[in-house]
């Protein structure tokens, strides 16, 4: 036999029996996207590597060095997106939405990004991401985080998360922010992990995000980027929380929350959770009112949030995904030439009749126990029978498989339909 091909590391297959919580997250979060009015968009997987470079920042982990870069045959660099925030702005920009007053977009899709694989934590993921375009208030602020408070509570994981939140100011309160830093962990250089050392000179603030214990510890002491927020800013963040107090959404500063690039502007938002390890921003957020003018754009606020699949998949508590959703209801057993024929045609005038019926017709041909093993098996309601004699004379059995909903009972063809609806609501 040929030797098998295995899938790419870290880049998963979604099985039959894995997609239905997908599903299930998928259209939870459709269905509030409509709610609040926010309408879809579908961007390309693949943008040119200047665009990343230049919104992400050349100096971060993404960049530096978890992108999948390649050349196009035609010698041009194009990477694999590694988030959805940068192609959404270029896609603005370039097609004019952004001359067409307040945009508040959605979109979901997997990403790409070269770590080192382990759970939560993979080279191909899944985002579901907002972006909002013209509204510098914190009412937008709140609104964005308000839809992901209700988006937990509607999948049954809002005790399993909770909010940080934090302001990063005007990038010129940053900057002198950022010299008061480098100066105080210049004293202490010999104290920081190898990776902050080089980013003292490269991205200073990308530190406070540092991963290493140690540096953690020694940072707990640091300059307070909120003891140089200018009046706005605290203003904007006072109202941001004000705003989450009045909606019920509990909340926890803490001030060394950043996202480490320059264009984000004052507010910053993460979900974390304790129960996916080392892996447990659920959901991360923010204001980035420089990035459209970096990207070559008129100043425009924006403000956005974007979570992954995989780690809100992994907290969805059993039974909370309604399973029985994606069963078949029916399953029509076909025994006999003439029946399987027949057969057929009767399953397209139910599905005609009832257009939601979720029906799994027979294929394969086989026995009447054996068929009747497999329509037990499929999880369905009833199973609908159709033998030489019923194939004959017009009818077809409907037998509960469920238990409730009587005994087996046989009526014509054409009522067929009408009856299994009145067992299926049973
Ligand atoms: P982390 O600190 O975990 O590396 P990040 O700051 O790189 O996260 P963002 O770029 O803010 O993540 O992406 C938003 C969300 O996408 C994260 O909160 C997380 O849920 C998810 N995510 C990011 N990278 C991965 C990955 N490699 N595998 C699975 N999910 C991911
Ligand atoms: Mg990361």
């Not at 192609?87 to 770590?115: I, K, N």
């Amino acid at each position: 036999m040929a030797q098998l091909i295995e899938a790419v590391r870290g880049m998963n297959d979604i099985g039959p029996d894995e997609s239905a919580p997908w599903q299930h997250v998928e259209q939870v979060f459709r269905g509030l996207m409509l709610s609040y009015g926010y309408r879809e968009v579908r961007l390309p997987l693949v943008e040119k590597t200047e665009l990343f470079k230049r919104s992400i920042g050349e100096v971060t982990d993404i960049v530096e060095k978890e992108m999948y870069t390649f050349e196009d045959r035609n010698g041009e660099s194009l990477s694999l997106r590694p988030e959805g925030t940068a192609g959404c702005v270029r896609a603005a920009l370039q097609r004019g939405w952004l001359h067409q007053g307040v945009q508040r977009l959605w979109y979901g899709g997997p990403m790409f990004r070269h770590e080192r694989p382990q759970k939560g934590r993979y080279r191909q993921f899944h985002q579901l991401g907002v972006e909002v375009f013209g509204l510098p208030g914190p009412d937008i602020d709140a609104e964005n985080i308000i839809i992901t408070a209700r988006l937990w509570r509607r999948l049954g994981v809002a005790g399993k998360v909770s909010l940080q939140i934090n302001s990063l100011g005007t990038p010129a309160s940053r900057a002198r922010f950022r010299t008061d830093l480098v100066a105080w962990l210049q004293e202490r250089a010999h104290l920081l992990d190898e990776d902050s050392r080089r980013r003292l000179t490269t991205n200073p603030l990308r530190i406070l995000d540092s991963k290493v214990p140690e540096t953690r510890h020694l940072l707990a002491n640091a300059p307070s980027l909120m003891d140089y927020l200018d009046d706005a800013a605290r203003a904007h963040f006072a109202e941001v929380c004000a705003r989450l107090d009045a909606a019920g959404v509990a909340w926890e500063h803490n001030p060394r929350l950043v996202r480490g690039l320059d264009y984000y502007t004052y507010t910053v938002f993460e979900w974390v959770t304790g129960e996916l390890g080392a892996q447990g921003t659920v959901c991360a957020g923010g204001r980035y009112d420089g990035l459209v003018e970096q990207l070559g754009g008129r100043p425009t606020p924006a403000v956005g949030f974007a979570l992954g699949m995989e780690r809100l998949v992994a907290l969805l508590p059993a039974g909370q995904v309604p399973e029985a959703d994606y069963r078949p209801q029916a399953y029509l057993v076909m025994v006999g030439e003439a029946a399987e024929r027949r057969g057929q045609v009767l399953a397209e005038s139910l599905r005609d009749a009832l257009p939601g019926l979720r029906l799994l017709a027979h294929c394969g041909g086989g026995g009447f126990k054996s068929q009747l093993k497999r329509a037990d098996k499929s999880g369905a309601q009833v199973a609908l029978i159709l033998g030489q004699a019923e194939a004959e004379a017009g009818t077809v059995g409907l037998k509960p498989l469920r238990g409730g909903g009587g005994g087996q009972q046989t009526v014509p063809q054409a009522q067929a339909a009408q009856a299994l609806a009145a067992l299926l609501d049973g």
